[in-house]
């Protein structure tokens, strides 16, 4: 991979994500039976990060939890026999709840499909609305993210990187060639 540019800074990513989190409380009038659920990896610090924002806006403590989807893929042949998973953590009812669905990146909407397939199989949401820091366009299947940081428009060659402190000791967006 080759560098290319960096599209966000961290101000440039926290600045986004107070926005979104003003469009979350804003599209579902309030907060009550909302439910943050992170994508793993870095749905889930991004999930608790506006969840933050959510309280710092609304003083309202909106539960977070962290979703592995492996098993839920649809090219798990191309992971491997035997694919590492990390542990589901949902500790709350989704039942008749608002759930929003939280990614870095969408690009083909396959982690998304697979994300509704393991909420499904967790209980049975009122409503499943998509947080995305980043929309690089390509999509594969019908679906849209409700909430989206930022649109930038990629080329097959391009990979959008998402760099979190809570992972990678840093925060920014880059792109880089492949």
């Known amino acids: ?44 610090p991004l999930a608790r990060r506006l969840a933050k924002n959510i309280k710092d806006i609304d003083n309202s403590d909106i539960p977070v939890g962290a979703l592995d989807i492996t098993l839920y893929r649809d090219d798990l042949e191309k992971i491997g026999v035997d694919p590492v998973l990390s542990e589901t953590n949902v500790p709350f009812s989704v039942e008749g709840k608002t759930v929003v669905l939280v990614d870095d990146v969408i690009f083909t909407g ?29 999509s594969e299947l019908p679906i849209k993210a409700t909430f989206v940081g930022k649109n930038i428009p990629t080329s097959l060659s391009e990979v959008v990187a998402v760099h979190l402190s809570e992972q990678d000791g840093v925060t920014n967006v880059v792109i880089n060639e492949k």
């Open 1 to 44: 991979m080759k560098f290319k540019a960096q599209i966000m800074n961290e101000d440039d990513v926290r600045r986004v994500l107070v926005r979104m989190a003003h469009q979350i409380i804003e599209k579902n009038h309030g907060t009550e039976n909302l439910c943050l659920i992170g994508i793993k990896t870095r749905g889930i």
């Open 110 to 138: 396959r982690t998304a499909r697979a994300a509704l397939d393991a909420v499904m199989e967790i209980g049975r949401p009122a409503r499943v609305q998509l947080a995305v820091l980043v929309d690089r366009g390509h």
